[in-house]
């Protein structure tokens, strides 16, 4: 069978109910992400919510950025995290990114291997990506990411960053998507059904919103390097600054 052109029903937005059958719908991808934008986008309307009180901001450092308390940080959900390096590695890097992120990708390019060879696989620092999509499709290549299984999910992440152009921007962006998950052993049935799975669509979703919510984070790439909060695209030198001044 022939890949269709359009993502499932799953990620067209309105998520009541699923087809019997893989339903492809265009209004979803109507328009691709554009490759400059990586804030996040304006949610629409909703009906209000009962009044609760607000999380506490992260705290302000006298040094530098402001401090996530750990304890929240370290346990926001509601996906497991995957963590690079030794679990016991004395520095902890978080990054929020977005698939469609650009600037995302450019740090994974450029600045990763550098921060990986460093400090990850020396056992300094350990690492921890999460998901923050921007719009639909980054939602749909976290998915299929997390449907590669643990083992295989951060590669596939690096997989999807480096050969970014190739499927975030283009018209029809599920052949290609699948070209790339396929070299982990992904089948196209285990594909097709990953994309319809409403659970792990609204788990991917709910990362970006918990820590929005929480961190008041609105832009990716956004790191927590021992938990100081820092927005932007960051060189291997900004990240050894805060790592070597671990949060108080």
């Known amino acids: 069978?022939?890949?269709?052109?359009?993502?499932?029903?799953?990620?067209?937005?309105?998520?009541?109910?699923?087809?019997?059958?893989?339903?492809?719908?265009?209004?979803a991808l109507a328009q691709t992400p554009s490759p400059s934008s990586s804030p996040l986008p304006a949610p629409a309307p909703a009906a209000s919510p009962s009044p609760k009180a607000a999380p506490p901001p992260p705290a302000a450092a006298a040094d530098g950025p402001p401090i996530a308390p750990a304890d929240q940080l370290m346990t926001i959900g509601p996906l497991p995290d995957i963590v690079q390096g030794s679990p016991n590695a004395p520095s902890t890097i978080i990054e929020y990114a977005s698939l469609t992120c650009t600037h995302c990708a450019q740090f994974h390019d450029n600045v990763w291997p550098q921060l990986k060879a460093k400090w990850i696989d020396t056992g300094q620092a350990k690492f921890i990506l999460r998901e923050f999509p921007l719009d639909p499709l980054?939602?749909?290549?976290?998915?299929?990411?997390?449907?590669?299984?643990?083992?295989?999910?951060?590669l596939l992440v690096d997989q999807l960053f480096s050969q970014q152009k190739t499927w975030a921007f283009v018209e029809k962006p599920i052949q290609p998507l699948f070209d790339i998950v396929k070299t982990t052993g992904m089948s196209q049935t285990d594909f097709e059904t990953c994309l319809k799975n409403q659970e792990l669509?609204?788990?991917v979703n709910q990362s970006r919103e918990n820590a929005a919510e929480a961190f008041n984070i609105d832009s990716t790439p956004t790191f927590f390097v021992n938990g100081r909060k820092i927005a932007g695209e960051l060189t291997l030198g900004d990240f050894e600054r805060w790592l070597a001044s671990p949060a108080k």
């Open 1 to 27: 069978m022939v890949l269709q052109s359009r993502l499932p029903v799953a990620l067209a937005g309105a998520l009541a109910v699923f087809a019997a059958a893989l339903i492809f719908v265009a209004p």
């Open 138 to 154: 980054a939602t749909a290549a976290f998915m299929l990411a997390r449907c590669a299984g643990p083992d295989k999910r951060n």
């Open 201 to 203: 669509y609204e788990q």
